[in-house]
C-alpha cells in the first residue's frame, strides 16, 4: 500500500459524459501527478501540481482539467468523452518534485 | 525514435535465472526511475536513481550517465517477480515541474 488512494477503482460511462476521478497523496506529499496509461500509448504524464499550484503539464487534452485543493487532495475532470479516453487513470504523489513519486491504485475508466 | 527505449520487450525466465532489463534514453536526465506495474495494474516505484547503483533485496539498479543507460537486474528470480517494468526518465532541462516519460516496458514472465 503505497498511501496514494484513488477513487472510483472503476468507472463506466458513455461517450459524452463528465466525469471526475479523485486522489488523495500520501501524508506529507505537496506534489501530486496524473498520468493516463491506455493500450495504445502506454503511461503519459497529463499534469503536475505542487502545494495547490500547477508545476507542469503534458499531453493533457483541452477537455481535461486537474486541480489541486488546499487539503493537497486532487481531481481530474474528464469531460466530452471518447471511446478513446478509456485508460487507466494513475495518481502519485511526492514530497517535493525531485523525489521518488508513490503511485495510487489507478481508476480504470471504460467509456462506451 | 522514442526518448526512452526499453530492452527486450518480453522476456521469459526458469526460476532461480539472473534476469537484465535494460533501458536507453537520449536526453540528458536528473533521475531515472525503475517502475514494476503487477497484473492487476497497479504500479510500484522500485528505484529513483541520478548515478551509480542501488540495491533493494534481490534486486539491483545500476545507471551509466554518460552512457545514457541503465540496467535492473533481478537475481535469483522467482515467478512472484512477474510483472511489467518500466523505466521512466526525468528530462533535466526541466526545471519547473517533474514531468516523467516512460518507456513502454518489459514484460518478464517467471515460470517455476
Known amino acids: 500500500d503505497s498511501g496514494v488512494t484513488q477513487t472510483p477503482k472503476h468507472l463506466i460511462t458513455a461517450t459524452g459524459q463528465r466525469v471526475t476521478l479523485r486522489c488523495s497523496p500520501r501524508?506529507?506529499?505537496?506534489?501530486v501527478y496524473w498520468y493516463q496509461q491506455s493500450l495504445d500509448q502506454g503511461l503519459q504524464f497529463l499534469i503536475q501540481y505542487y502545494n495547490g499550484e500547477e508545476r507542469a503539464k503534458g499531453n493533457i487534452l483541452e477537455r481535461f482539467s486537474a486541480q489541486q485543493f488546499p487539503d493537497l487532495h486532487s481531481e481530474l475532470n474528464l469531460s466530452s468523452l471518447e471511446l478513446g479516453d478509456s485508460a487507466l487513470y494513475f495518481c502519485?504523489?511526492?514530497?517535493?518534485?525531485?523525489?521518488?513519486?508513490?503511485f495510487g491504485p489507478g481508476t480504470r475508466l471504460t467509456v462506451t | 525514435k522514442n526518448e526512452v527505449e526499453q530492452s527486450p520487450q518480453n522476456l521469459t525466465a526458469q526460476e532461480g535465472e539472473f534476469i537484465t532489463i535494460n533501458c536507453s534514453y537520449s536526453?540528458?536526465?536528473?533521475?531515472l526511475h525503475w517502475l514494476q506495474q503487477h497484473p492487476g495494474g497497479g504500479i510500484v516505484s522500485l528505484f529513483m536513481?541520478?548515478?551509480g547503483k542501488k540495491k533493494h533485496g534481490r534486486l539491483i539498479a545500476t545507471i551509466n550517465i554518460q552512457e545514457k543507460h541503465s540496467s535492473l537486474h533481478i537475481t535469483a528470480s522467482h515467478p512472484r517477480d512477474s510483472a511489467v517494468y518500466i523505466c521512466?526518465?526525468?528530462?533535466?532541462?526541466?526545471?519547473?515541474?517533474?514531468?516523467?516519460?516512460f518507456g513502454e516496458g518489459t514484460q518478464l514472465t517467471v515460470n517455476p
Open positions: 536526453v540528458g536526465i536528473s533521475a
Open positions: 501524508s506529507g506529499d505537496l506534489s
Open positions: 502519485a504523489s511526492s514530497v517535493g518534485g525531485q523525489n521518488e513519486q508513490y
Open positions: 536513481l541520478s548515478s
Open positions: 521512466a526518465v526525468k528530462n533535466r532541462e526541466e526545471t519547473s515541474g517533474s514531468r516523467l516519460t
